[in-house]
């Protein structure tokens, strides 16, 4: 395909009027407030709203007991089969949590557990650094999905 | 004795000076412009060696310094090891006619601040500078390699070619001026009260045009077009002999800045020397003058390889052979019709 060069009236030849534009477009990109950069480890990032990250088990503010029902419908919206929930009953026949177990190596984080889940339990949260160094450990129990992922915190 | 102090001792010590001062600056320079450089492309540039960067140019040529230096087995290595030396001499001798500022006075003793007064300093110039382009040749050539080679052809072409340009170009202020001494040229456009880029505003600006090109800068850096030829005619060198072509790079931009001040912005002069009310800047010493001059053309050399993308081959012999030398010409045959014509 032949494209057609854009014609250039002779005025715009002999000032180099694109070329002064161009001159000017980067020096206006100087301007610190239109810097781009985050200094990621540093200062933390901004992560957008909607962001779904690591998974958490929320507990209730008051009264610090899980707000689960063991009612099992995250693992059953789960598509990759990445949720465990254990449970046993109580007297009263009811369902109790025992353990519970997410594996976020297989986790493609669609959010379709929180969805499902009936309580403000199950949540993705913002947090993004899940690097690990090893593949067991990318199994969160109870306890770790109750603390919350804990990002190291960088000093320097 | 006051024989050698005058001819041995103050010129041994203001070379040692520029010796020693030359390769900070360009240390200097480099973080300049890859701080310029980031913020005009919306980034940062080096944060982390220092508080804000500051550090980096000390970090740079420490890391180039440790570096192993390789000699490619297939390389000419006399020729190989002569390259940068070449260059770099070249691009340092320069300065020894460069006027940085008026005689100064130290200890009752008026101390010029140029090592010396060719009276033929702009030539001086003009031809050292194409000495450095054997330097590039000969690298280009030794390496035996491809992209040197390729490297190396364009450079010889465009420095040729951009040279002849730059020559018609200073012609002008040279008739003005009636001078070939640096020192006189600055003297000149002091009595006439005058910076010569206003007698000469095209002058000038082919001799800009032409000094980017002739130092390899984009936008006319074939020789080291980074996405065409690698680096160009330095690929295959590392470490010291790699740092060498970069402080010559880097100093010959120094040069071409330094000559467009003096030939065109009045050297050490403060702006408008001819009007009076403007003495009070008087204060400020004429060396920061042509400090901050230089460092307002390197400023311009960064903001154009922030902006501009290189110039095609056919493109860049077009433009120098066919706009530039042509346009020179005409500056010289004009300036030089109202030379007579005004001066009788």
Redo the contacts between chains.
């Keep these: 395909m032949k494209v057609k060069r854009p014609e250039l009236s002779l005025l715009k030849k002999i000032f180099l009027v694109d ?1 002064i534009k ?2 000017l ?3 206006s ?2 301007r ?1 407030s ?4 985050e ?1 990621y480890p540093k200062v933390r990032p901004k992560v957008s709203e909607r962001y779904r990250g690591a998974p958490r088990l929320n507990n209730d503010p008051e009264t610090g007991e899980t707000l689960c029902i063991a009612c099992n419908l995250c693992a059953l919206a789960c598509p990759e089969h990445c949720i465990e929930v254990g449970w046993e009953r109580d007297a009263a026949s009811k369902k109790v949590l025992t353990d519970y177990t997410f594996d976020i190596s297989r986790c493609m984080f669609c959010g379709l557990c929180e969805d499902a889940c009936p309580t403000p339990c199950l949540e993705l949260t913002q947090d993004f650094e899940l690097s690990l160094y090893g593949r067991k450990d990318m199994k969160w129990d109870r306890q770790k999905l109750e603390e919350g992922n804990q990002p190291v915190v960088y000093t320097k | 004795m006051e024989f050698a102090i005058d001819y041995i001792l103050i010129p041994l010590v203001k070379i040692a000076l520029l010796l020693a001062v030359l390769p900070l600056a360009v240390a200097a320079l480099t973080l300049f412009e890859r701080k310029i450089i980031a913020y005009m492309q919306v980034r940062l540039g080096p944060m982390r060696v220092g508080p804000w960067g500051l550090l980096q140019p000390i970090a740079d040529p420490i890391k180039l310094l440790l570096k192993e230096d390789i000699i490619p087995a297939g390389a000419d290595r006399w020729i190989f090891v002569l390259a940068p030396v070449i260059s770099v001499i070249s691009a340092f001798i320069v300065f020894a006619v460069i006027p940085f500022g008026p005689e100064i006075n130290i200890f009752g003793k008026a101390i010029p601040l140029w090592i010396t007064d060719l009276n033929i300093g702009a030539l001086y110039v003009l031809s050292i500078s194409s000495v450095g382009v054997l330097g590039i040749i000969l690298a280009g050539w030794a390496s035996n390699s491809k992209y040197p080679l390729l490297g190396a052809l364009r450079s010889a072409a465009q420095m040729v070619s951009y040279e002849v340009a730059m020559g018609f170009s200073i012609i002008g202020v040279l008739m003005l001026a009636g001078s070939l001494s640096l020192v006189n040229i600055v003297k000149a456009q002091q009595s006439s009260g005058v910076w010569y880029v206003f007698y000469q505003p095209v002058a000038f600006l082919l001799f800009f045009i032409c000094g980017v090109a002739e130092t390899n800068r984009a936008p006319f850096d074939l020789p080291e077009a980074e996405s065409e030829l690698v680096a160009g005619f330095h690929t295959e060198y590392s470490g010291f002999r790699f740092s060498l072509f970069f402080l010559a790079e880097y100093a010959n931009m120094i040069t071409v800045s330094a000559m467009a001040v003096t030939l065109f912005l009045g050297g050490w002069l403060r702006p408008f020397p001819n009007v009076p009310w403007l003495g009070f800047l008087d204060i400020i010493p004429p060396l920061f003058w042509f400090i901050f001059k230089i460092i307002v053309f390197m400023y311009f050399y960064f903001w154009f390889r922030a902006s501009w993308p290189r110039y095609r081959y056919d493109q860049l012999m077009k433009l120098g052979w066919q706009r530039l030398l042509p346009l020179a010409m005409a500056n010289v045959i004009v300036t030089a019709i109202l030379v007579v014509l005004l001066r009788g």
Excluded: R, S, V
């Excluded at chain 1, 239109?34 to 950069?37: A, L, W």
């Design positions: 070329l161009g001159l477009l980067t020096f990109y100087q610190p239109k810097n781009y950069t200094q």
